[in-house]
């Protein structure tokens, strides 16, 4: 079950996931500058996270500036004063790599150059600096090229370059003709330091049966970690980060690496846990049971997310209270609420007294909207989210961008009965994102052992009797050693008639290898 489909790809130097560290969820734009790179280098090696593999330095977008009379891509003057290539050196002298960050089309994500109709000359730049690593976003396409396209022709410009660099795609690449061009592809939308957002680009893997494409040399990209940025419990960053070595996703971290607690390091410095995503055989492991415990769905958020209208799905239907200004959903007995923080919306817990509850359906307008912004779906992503109101509410494209990043506010109210469907113009129905809330994953590692991840998504603590041939975890003919990679000790030997008891906190993972003796 585990034996992916096999495809070309790209180049066989990227022979496990690749490890390091990307500036963008903790810095962004505003944080991003030389000093912080150079210590974020400096940090790699003095906490002894590069000599586990974290070996990649990533700078996001916001390096880059303009360009010069001759097309050369040029940095940001004040943060980048002494130009990348000084940046790259200092990197490569601590025995590190070097990455950048660029967009197919005509300009990135914040605006500034992209490399549409520049392949060959950034390609030749960034080998120039010795760049390692290539970040390849997809904002702002061009309207006449499709995604894949325009992917293609910048990988065969990184192939004329001479130079070996990592090429990371985003999901907009076709996944079937990915492995071709691209040594990781991002899975969808953007992670953000939340827990259900994080789950939620899980969810796309499982979905989507993206383990099939995953080969050495070949990564599906879960986004960069967020342990360490504060948001998430240690339980919740120690699942994050099982489910990512399990996966064999990148790890490239996202949080700042000269402020970091010992919690946060022991997560990110789990040499088990990362001997698992790094093994020679290169498979993730894949979802092979789920199960819902009793405590309610009531007593927990919920992502919303904007899927296919499906007129039997009981997650898609909501009622609307007049009196409370509350959209609830009658299943489920949550409310639609928007994220206090983030400004994504969720399926939370009722409260008449919660002002992230108060809507107001506009009926004529075909808006929803909570303190004067409006409830928003974008054909770029899956996730629903609270915006400022655009005057054009049922199609909003920015200058020059590709409709993949089209944003919708207009709802429709679909169903004239006491409960309704949010639909908006491309027929995406707003749901609750809820999923059984035990889940198991298992994959094998080399010299025939498995690894398994327990995860507990609910909102209560769980004992879960494991019962080994009940699940579908390989062949396993002969006595084995389960071995907790949290824990850091065997749990005992055990035969496929065997049971193990599994207590799992609310929020948390468990992490084992199987190994035969």
Known sequence: MWIPTSVQNASSFVSTPPMGWNSWNKFKCY???????????DSLVSTGLAKLGYIYVNLDDCWQESRNKNGI?????????NGIKPVADYVHSLGLKFGLYTDVGNMTCQRLPGSFGYEDVDAKTFAEWE???????????????????????????????????????????EITKAAAVANMRRVGHDVIDNWEVMLSLVDVFNEQ????????????????????????????????????????????LGNNLAVMSKSTLSILMNR???????????????????ETYSAGPSTADFL?????????????????????????????????????QNRYIFARPCNDKNTYQKWVIHSKKDRIQLSGKCLSTSTGNALVKLR????????????????????????????????????????????????????????????????????????????MTFEWSHFPIGDIKQPFLLHDLWEHKDVGKFSIKDSVLVTLRSHSAKMFTITPV
């Not at 290169?282 to 789920?290: F, R």
């Not at 999923?435 to 010299?447: E, H, M, R, T």
């Open 304 to 340: 919303v997310e904007a899927k296919n209208c499906n007129i039997s799905s009981q997650f898609q239907y909501w009622s609307y209270n007049n009196v409370t200004k509350q959209i609830r959903q009658p299943y489920s007995k949550t409310c639609l609420s928007v994220h206090e």
């Open 131 to 173: 760049v390692d690593f290539l970040k390849n976003d997809d904002c702002y396409l061009s309207a006449n090229v499709a995604p894949t396209t325009s992917y293609e022709k910048m990988f065969a410009a990184l192939q004329r370059s001479g130079r070996k660099i990592v090429h990371s795609v985003k999901s907009s690449m």
């Open 388 to 463: 400022h109101c655009l005057n054009d509410p049922g199609k909003y494209k920015l200058p020059l961008a590709h409709p993949l990043h089209d944003i919708f506010q207009l709802m429709y109210i679909n169903n004239s009965t006491t409960t309704f469907q949010i639909k908006d113009p491309v027929s995406k129905c707003l749901e609750t994102n809820i999923k059984p809330q035990i889940q198991v994953y298992a994959g094998p590692l080399s010299n025939k052992r498995l690894v398994v991840v327990i995860l507990n998504r609910g909102p209560a603590t769980h004992d």
């Open 209 to 252: 049966g993206l383990e099939a494409y995953s080969i050495p040399g070949f990564w599906n990209d879960l986004d960069m970690l967020e342990v360490g940025n504060g948001r998430m419990t240690t339980d919740e960053y120690r699942a994050h980060f099982s489910l990512w070595c399990a996966l064999k996703a990148p790890l490239l």
């Open 31 to 41: 944080g991003l500058n030389e000093s912080v790179v150079m210590a974020t280098a």
């Open 73 to 81: 891509l040029q940095p940001d003057s004040a943060r980048f004063p």
């Open 272 to 290: 088990e846990a990362i001997q698992v995503n790094q093994d020679s055989l290169g498979i993730p492991a894949t979802l092979i049971y789920s």
